[in-house]
């Protein structure tokens, strides 16, 4: 079965992207629980992220680090966090939080999220895009 992950790479879907090349995307969570999370995705439909080839799970990580520093530019972050998932929807994902300084603990906020306008996701996606402009 198709993962709604690989409907929205293969644009059947809505997404808000913030990055894509032959390997992985980056995404805005369609719903937060706070502004600018963000979701990695590989192409690859693979449920869990160590089955994953050493390649795709070195690059997978290595954007997730350049989208968390664009993140950390965007929303002026005290940190981004990152969560891994793959359970919910059977495609694994890094969740990344872009956490606000005084902000509550990740754990009580993570099961907040409610649904995101386009008009929202657009407008963080595109101050993503343009601070991963600035990120070697």
Not at 17 to 35: K, L, T
Not at 59 to 82: P, S, Y
Not at 120 to 131: D, N, T
């Amino acid at each position: 079965m198709v993962s709604i992950f690989t409907r929205i790479i293969k644009k059947e879907i809505l997404g808000h992207f913030v990055y894509e090349d032959d390997v992985c995307v980056a995404i805005m969570d369609a719903f937060p629980c706070i502004p600018g999370q963000t979701l990695v995705i590989p192409k690859v439909e693979v449920d869990y992220i160590f089955k994953l080839n050493e390649q795709t799970y070195d690059h997978l990580w290595k954007i997730a680090k350049r989208i968390a520093m664009a993140l950390d530019n965007t929303f002026d972050t005290e940190r981004t966090c990152v969560v891994v998932e793959g359970f919910e929807v059977p495609h694994v994902h890094i969740k990344l939080y872009p956490m606000p300084y005084k902000h509550p603990p990740l754990g009580s906020i993570i099961s907040q999220g409610k649904k995101a306008s386009d008009a929202e996701l657009e407008e963080m996606a595109l101050r993503v895009k343009s601070a991963l402009q600035t990120i070697s």
